[in-house]
């Protein structure tokens, strides 16, 4: 985010304020000046396509390779004594939702880009790249366990560290967003020009940045927002631009030879400085003499006052006052500090957003629009998150209130324009001791307390069954039977082999060293393996959620992916199990790997009979040969497995049109009592919706009798539904 072309106009036309500089010369300056240790405030985002930098990335993430590399990047700092701080955005705020939108437009035609890449050579692209789905949820946790100091920030990300940073008195803001020249706060850093064996980089200097163009630090803002930021779009000031290029066409002497952006940005700090010299004090945010309509100068003071500081002139006019929970009605003042509390110290994952605010999102996913086999994650995961909506806002309540409680989803899967949010409405989950509370579930102790939060847990995936298995199993490994189970449970077209891929990976990767996971040699890379190693992940920050909402009966770190999870192991799992090889050889001819994985197998063998699923054997044979990529001269390294092990459902006498988008339906998620209704989702869209005919069509369960919708009507896109009364999950 910032102001685009800002940063590369300061690089070519000012490189006078863009200095090289030595962080532990920065950090002894600091000292002696401040008699106080330096601290470095770090815009996690921003640098998350830095830190990660594992081979493989389509896989779906070398997430202990990863965790290495930040401990060697946190070290580095910690070695010339300079104190880390890391901040990460916790929201999205809704006056820069439709910035949100076109970044996830621009990334899905990427993701387009990569599947086409992988399907034609079967190898990951080299010129495209998309990090790993929820790396921006789990590199908190990560860094957390590495001893760091953690934020999430519950209003725009790059404010609380432009404010942390300047009321704290730190060394500097480590970063890559232009907005941090434009705050008048610290040094701004770049940590796309960091060395990190040096720990040199290049510092964006304001000050001369001014003195270049002619403003004082307090106009920066106003020309932020007439170049176009995130508040105020470039469309809305683009008139503006026009005649400030007019006018600076007319009396400019320079050349007209350089970027086009170069001469914008020269053009507009031309036009602001007309409307008021840097040695005139400056009243007002908007100058008088801009003449601007009053909508277009209620935008741009917005836009100024989300740079304003605590404590900067003008400040005082900000309007900070908190907003009340979308929700406070249906939780205590406890349970909404907690959430806060939680969120904040990026240990709340999920909760604050629906507790407080209502609304979640999901950013992209490495999912393939054409594969209509697989489900998209947000589908996929769409009933559990229903349930801990239902956990978190429904929990205690003695009967449904008048005004239904509806979260609005902001999730990118195939097909969804993000015109609007899809409208979920959260599904009760019936729990023993009498319904008790969400306030009972996470602030009392107890025996009984744990096991109720286990059982909550539970629940949320439809795995009470497997209540028997805590302490009798690695805590990791019952997270990832419950995740492995749901997701078998929710998409149909996942067969043996694909099990036993997520099986064997779960169990074999305890054993393996992060050397030995980096050393894993894959002959090609198969597209349905990367959605289906993405899908895995995004179960994972499902795990957490779940896990939050229930008042954290499992530790936080055994739903880790570097615990749990390798992109590489599991396709080369993968692999394996579609190329038939004997149990044995897949599970490392280790005899103790072996038998766990059977016991899980049954387990999960178990559930799907009780569900009514019938799991079949479905390998997906090798093509005989793949395309080179261009420049590979050798395919040998090739033969003998498919690039697209997915291969094309219609090739195999599917019918054409039965794939759940090419059918126009959506692939309802498989919960109890799947009912008909209608409706219709963003931008005139209809939100698709399947009608099983039989059981063999969708998992149930079979341990319940069918129960008819007895529950209240509510509104959905303009159309009313029953909303369904859920069987209670049997006893643990």
């Known amino acids: 985010m910032g102001v685009k072309g800002l940063q590369s106009f300061m690089e070519r036309c000012c490189p006078e304020a863009c200095v090289t500089v030595n962080l532990r010369e920065m950090a002894r300056q600091h000292v002696a000046k401040n008699h106080q240790g330096p601290t470095l405030v770090v815009d996690g985002m921003s640098c998350l396509s830095h830190w990660y930098s594992c081979k493989d990335w389509v896989c779906g993430g070398q997430w202990r390779e990863y965790v290495d590399i930040l401990k060697r990047w946190v070290e580095a700092f910690t070695s010339a004594d300079i104190r880390l701080v890391f901040f990460f955005d916790g929201v999205v705020e809704e006056q820069k939702r439709q910035e949100w939108v076109k970044r996830r437009h621009r990334v899905n035609r990427d993701v387009s880009k990569i599947f086409s890449h992988i399907k034609e050579y079967g190898e990951q692209p080299d010129r495209l790249s998309c990090l790993p789905s929820s790396l921006a949820t789990f590199t908190p946790y990560a860094l957390r366990s590495l001893g760091q100091e953690v934020f999430c920030s519950v209003r725009e990300a790059d404010y609380e560290i432009a404010s942390y940073a300047y009321q704290h008195d730190s060394m500097g803001i480590l970063g890559q967003d232009s907005d941090f020249i434009i705050y008048d706060s610290v040094p701004y850093l770049s940590v796309a020009k960091l060395r990190i064996n040096s720990l040199t980089t290049i510092m964006y200097d304001r000050q001369r940045l001014c003195r270049n163009i002619g403003l004082a630090v307090t106009q920066l803002p106003l020309l932020a927002c007439l170049l176009g930021n995130d508040v105020v779009s470039e469309e809305h000031m683009q008139h503006i631009r026009n005649n400030a290029m007019t006018i600076y066409r007319r009396t400019s002497s320079a050349p007209s030879s350089g970027a086009p952006r170069d001469h914008v940005v ?7 400085n007309s409307l008021c010299s840097p040695e005139d004090e400056q ?9 601007a309509p009053t909508p277009l100068k209620e935008l741009l003071i917005k836009g100024i006052c989300s740079y304003l500081l605590p404590g900067q002139k003008g400040f005082e006019i900000v309007d900070i006052s908190a907003l009340p929970s979308a929700f406070e009605k249906l939780v205590s003042p406890e349970i909404l500090k907690v959430c806060r509390e939680k969120h904040v110290a990026a240990d709340g994952f999920m909760v604050y957003s629906v507790v407080c605010a209502g609304v979640t999102e999901c950013s992209n996913s490495l999912e393939d629009e ?6 998209p994650q947000a589908l996929v995961y769409k009933y559990c998150r229903q349930r801990i909506y239902g956990l978190l806002l429904l929990l205690g309540q003695e009967s449904p209130s008048v005004d239904y409680p509806v979260i609005k989803e902001w999730f990118v899967y195939p097909g969804n324009l993000l015109k609007e949010a899809d409208i979920v409405h959260p599904v009760p989950v019936h729990l023993p001791y009498g319904e008790p509370s969400l306030d009972f579930l996470w602030l009392s102790t107890g025996p009984e307390v744990s096991a109720l939060r286990l059982t909550a847990f539970l629940s949320i995936f439809d795995c009470l069954e497997f209540s028997d298995l805590y302490g009798a199993i690695e805590d990791s490994l019952l997270a990832a039977l419950c995740l492995i189970t749901y997701i078998v449970l929710q998409v149909q077209t996942l067969s043996h082999e694909d099990v036993d891929a997520y099986l064997s990976q779960a169990v074999c990767m305890r054993l393996k060293s992060p050397l030995e996971l980096q050393q894993i040699e894959l002959p090609l890379f198969s597209s349905r393996a990367v959605q289906l190693g993405s899908l895995y992940v995004r179960g994972l920050s499902h795990l957490v959620g779940a896990n939050n909402a229930s008042g954290c009966p499992l530790p936080s770190a055994a739903l880790m992916p570097w615990h749990n999870f390798d992109g590489q192991l599991f396709h080369s799992k993968y692999l394996l199990a579609h190329s038939g090889v004997e149990k044995t050889e897949l599970l490392d001819s280790d005899l103790s790997c072996l038998s766990q994985f059977l016991q899980l197998k049954e387990k999960l063998l178990e559930m799907c009979r009780k569900r009514g699923r019938i799991l079949q054997s479905k390998p997906r044979a090798p093509q005989k ?21 997915g291969g094309d459902w219609r090739g195999r006498g599917a019918k054409a049109g039965h794939g759940w988008r090419e059918r126009g339906e959506e692939r309802r998620p498989w919960g109890r009592g799947g009912h008909r209704g209608g409706g219709h989702r963003g931008g005139g869209q209809p939100f698709h919706r399947f009608h099983p005919s039989s059981y063999e069509e969708r998992p149930v369960d079979m341990s319940q009798p069918p129960k008819h919708f007895s529950g209240r009507s509510y509104p959905e896109r303009g159309r009313y539904q029953r909303a369904p009364t859920w069987p209670h999950p049997p006893a643990p």
């Open 370 to 375: 054409e594969d209509t086999e697989l489900l």
């Open 266 to 272: 020269q053009a507009v700090a031309q036009f602001v």
């Open 283 to 291: 009243n007002e945010l908007v100058p008088q003499s801009l003449n």
């Open 625 to 645: 040969s793949v395309k080179p990529a261009p420049g590979v001269r050798n395919k040998s390294a090739y033969s003998g497995f498919s690039q697209n092990v």
